[in-house]
Every structure is written in structure tokens, then in C-alpha cells.
């Protein structure tokens, strides 16, 4: 990634290896008759992605001073939810994908039956690991997470954006209904990442509406960026099969914009999202670099 | 059900009734696009089903004079984790099963991705419903209540206890493997029912501990019955496919003791559970009978 400054990627690659570290000692290896049920969730969350979700948990963490063991802990909770949810929708049922980071999905790594399984569980030790006092002292706290986590990734969030992207597949979207379907299916996941620091800081509403407000520009560049990988990318450098909201011909971003109003828009929601920023000063410096980030990754 | 007392089967019967309505409150018909996901969800959760769950958390949470308008939602939390549970149970994956409270099964009456979506849907409303102040206005209490929701249902319990299953059926188990399935698959969510009054209304830890050991004896007691059902019940009577575990050549409580046997280790097993709760004098009546009850239903 040679147009990533030097700092952001060091600080991305430390938070990939921090939460490497927190997964194997939140999912350990068990010596146990139902072994391969914590092996699948393990395989679904270990080694590999860019673990831009926890860096957002991270980084909102550290502009107001949470003890990072604490917000390594919701790092590694959102994470797992991503996690399941990529599992799940890699099913047959669902897209039917082969391949994810690189590696094959874990329905074919294991079987069905047991991604179903291990998704399941990634999702409950998630509020698992957020109820848990280790996380924060304060019970009021964990409840706000496990809250904001339940809607973000609940019918009114994600798993609400995934009905929308499996009826997208036999309805014809408009450019609303599309913002609306990716708001649900990736924004209010990152959009939460981003608040967790806040979150857990127990951070003032300005501070809090300006973090929304960063979110949901940051969610919307990433899928537009993602949308352009779909039909830029290459399958070796993206790790996943691209082109198939193409073959499906699903309306996204892309298709109803063309390629090069859609990278203008990307460029446009980031330049938007670093600016809502202002008001922390240099604190934020990260989070606005990972807004750049996004829309000129590759991957 | 001719040999129940009639106050059980009335408290059963506004139990039912009173669950039914908290549901349609907390899954409203909604007119959006993503309608079919909460036509989906409230399908595996509406019309049917005996909500012994629900009743146990109503009446466990009565004993400690809990507002009867918290345990309903803790109650109607616990029936969305168990109804995503069969939903994702009886996926082609995993049981294949067309039948559930003598209906077709989610993926059959909708198709398998809407199901998958259903399931985590539910799971996900459960602990949102359970963190939000509504349910009770400690956030302590709340925490505890998602942390052992969480503990029950995830991989050290429910979500095991199916992957156990699954692997049961290539596997010989002797009765204490099963035992331990079987402890995970149903009786720690059975557990966590008869726990959550306690929890609302703040018990002391011998009223909690008596809890547990009722719980405990009650959930091997039901699954007992369940795989005497599953011998001896007609599908018309237990509104589900019967005799599957036989045909599975799956090892079961009744395929190991024999059907008298299983039949005088429920009896003793109830019996064993309703003199744990002797500590709570008449309060604790209701939930005896439930223990005799899920040893002599029909379904």
C-alpha cells in the first residue's frame, strides 16, 4: 500500500496483531468433544482482513483516553460480528462464495452445518465478551455497547441490509434505496466502531454527533470504494471473487453512477468525513487518514 | 392436557397469550422494503409453541416480586433466542426439517437465506431487548441478564450443545456425553428461564442456587420426555416430525436406558426438582407443577 502514510499503516498493522492476540485468547483452542465448533470460529476470524472495524474502535478509544485492554476488548467484539456476519452470507443460501481473505469460506474449510453454528456463536460471544465488567467498570457503559451493537447489527441494522441485498438481486434499486441498503449493511457497523471510543470514554453529545457524523460519510466512501474494487479489483488482490454484483445485475453505486462519478463521490464523502473531524484537532489525525484510506485501498 | 392442575394450565395460558402480545409489540409489521424479514422473523415466533421458557422467567421473576412488564420482555427475549434456535436447527444444513408446532418449518414457508436472516435477527432483538432500560432500570441487573443470556445460548452452551448434536450422530455417546449435550443444548436455556427472575429481582445467592439445581433437574427431566416423544408421540400430538432419532441412529436417553427406565428417571428427576424450590414455600407451587408437567405432556 505504498500511498498509505507510514503511520497509519503502522498503526493499522499494530491493531491487526493486537487483535489477532485478543481473538486467540477470547476463542481459545478447547479440548473438547465440540472442538471443531470453536476451530471454525476461529478460522472465521483469524489471520487475515484488514481489521478496519477494530482500528475504528481503537483509535475513538484513544482520543479520549479509554484504557486500550478495555477497548481492545470491543474491538474484538465487533470483530466477531463482522466475522459472522461474512460466514453467514458466504452460504450457499446466500451469495455462495468460495473464497474470503484469501482462503476458502468456512462452509467449505468445515461444512454447513457447522459455519451456520459458528456464526451463531461468534454473534452471542460477542454481547458475551461486551456485558463482561472486564470491559468497562461501569455496567451502564456495557449496556450502551451491548445496545448500540444489538441495533447496529439487528433487522434495523445489518442483518436488515442483507434482506435489502438479497432483494436488490429481483428489484431494480434507485440511488436512495441503494444509500439506504448499504447505511444498514456496512454503515451502521462502522458507524458503531466509530462510536464505541466515545462509547466507552463517555464522551459529550457534540463529540458523539460528530463521530455519527464521520461514520456515516466514512460507511458510505467504503462501499462506494468497494463497489469500484467489485469491478476494478482483481480477485488475487481483493482476496474474495469480485464482478458478481455485475453477474447478478444488482444496481450499486457504480452502475448507477459509472465509475468516474463514483470515485469523485468517494473522494468527496471522505474529504467530508476527515472534516467533521476538526473540532478534536490533531487527536483525530488517524481517523481522518483512515478516511482517505478507504477510498484509495485495493483490497 | 386432562392431567394438569387447572392453575397450571391457566398461568400457562396467559403466559402464552401475554408472551404473544409482547412480541407482536417488540416485532411489528413494519411497511419497508426489508418487510419480508420481519414477516420472517415473527412467523418463528408467533402462533404456537408452549412458552415454557417465558413461564419460568414469569414465574420465577413473580417469586421475588418482580414488575411483571420487565419479566415479560426478559421472557419474551429468552422465546426470540429459542425460536431462532429451531429456526436455524431445522435448516436444510442441519435437521432438514419441514415440520415445527405442526407448521412448515421458516426456510420452507419463506426460502433458506430469509431463514438464516430470521435467525440472527432474533438472536440479535434479544439482546437489545434485554440491554434496553425498559427491562429493568439497573444497568447492573440488565448486564447480568445479556452476560447470562449470552453464557446459555453461546458456544460453551446452547450453540455447543448443537454442535454436539451434530456430531452425535457419527459418533457414539455414552450417557454422560449426552448428558452433557443435552445439559448444554436445552438445559442451560432452561437454566438461564428459571435464573432470570432472580436476577431481576436482585435474590440472594441461596435462592439463586436453589434456582440452578431446580433448573438443572428440570432440564434433564425435559429432555427425557422430549426423546420419549420422539419414540412414543405421534407427529399429530407432538406437532413436529417424530421418530427421528431413532432413524438417525442417534443415542438418546431412551435408546440407552430403555423406555421404563427413562420413564421412572424423568419421574424422579421432576420430583428431585420441585423439592429444590421447598425453600420457597407456597410461592414456589407453579413452578413445581411445571416440573411434574414437562414429564407427563403429550407435545
Known amino acids: 500500500m505504498p500511498s498509505l502514510p507510514k503511520t497509519l499503516q503502522s498503526a493499522m498493522a499494530d491493531t491487526v496483531e493486537q487483535v489477532e492476540t485478543a481473538i ?28 478496519l472495524r477494530p482500528f475504528l474502535v481503537m483509535e475513538s478509544a484513544r ?17 466477531f460480528v463482522h466475522c459472522y456476519s461474512l460466514v453467514h452470507d458466504d452460504l450457499p443460501a446466500m451469495d455462495n462464495a468460495d473464497l474470503r481473505r484469501g482462503r476458502k469460506t468456512v462452509h467449505l474449510e468445515f461444512d454447513e452445518a457447522t459455519a451456520i453454528l459458528a456464526g451463531d456463536g461468534l454473534l452471542t460471544a460477542a454481547f458475551e465478551i461486551l456485558s463482561d465488567p472486564e470491559t468497562h467498570e461501569d455496567p451502564q457503559v456495557r449496556c ?26 429481483k428489484q431494480t434499486f434507485d440511488i436512495g434505496a441503494i444509500t439506504r441498503l448499504q447505511r444498514m449493511k456496512t454503515g451502521d457497523m462502522i458507524a458503531f466502531s466509530s462510536g464505541a471510543g466515545a462509547i466507552l470514554g463517555k464522551a459529550g453529545p457534540a ?38 454484483d455485475v453477474a447478478a445485475g444488482k444496481a450499486t453505486f457504480v452502475s448507477i453512477l459509472g465509475v468516474e462519478r463514483a470515485k469523485d463521490q468517494a473522494r468527496r464523502l471522505a474529504d467530508q468525513a476527515a472534516a467533521h473531524l476538526d473540532i478534536f484537532g490533531d487527536r483525530a489525525e488517524m481517523l481522518k487518514e483512515v478516511a482517505r484510506y478507504v477510498v484509495e485501498r485495493r483490497s
Chains 1, 2 share one sequence.
Open 24 to 51: 486467540e485468547v477470547l476463542l481459545p483452542t478447547v479440548d473438547l468433544v465440540e472442538a471443531r465448533l470453536f476451530e471454525a470460529m476461529r478460522y472465521a476470524c483469524l489471520g487475515g482482513g484488514k481489521r
Open 63 to 79: 482520543m479520549f483516553g479509554v484504557n486500550p485492554a478495555c477497548a481492545l476488548r470491543a474491538a474484538a467484539a465487533v470483530e
Open 144 to 169: 450502551k455497547l451491548v445496545a448500540a451493537l444489538a441495533r447496529a447489527a439487528g433487522p434495523r441494522g445489518m442483518v436488515g441490509g442483507q434482506m435489502l441485498d438479497l432483494i436488490a438481486e
Open 207 to 244: 463529540q458523539q454527533h460528530a463521530l455519527q457524523a464521520y461514520a456515516h460519510d466514512l460507511g458510505l466512501a467504503f462501499q462506494i470504494a468497494d463497489d469500484l474494487l467489485d469491478v476494478e479489483g482483481s480477485e488475487a488482490e481483493v482476496g474474495k471473487s469480485v464482478g458478481r
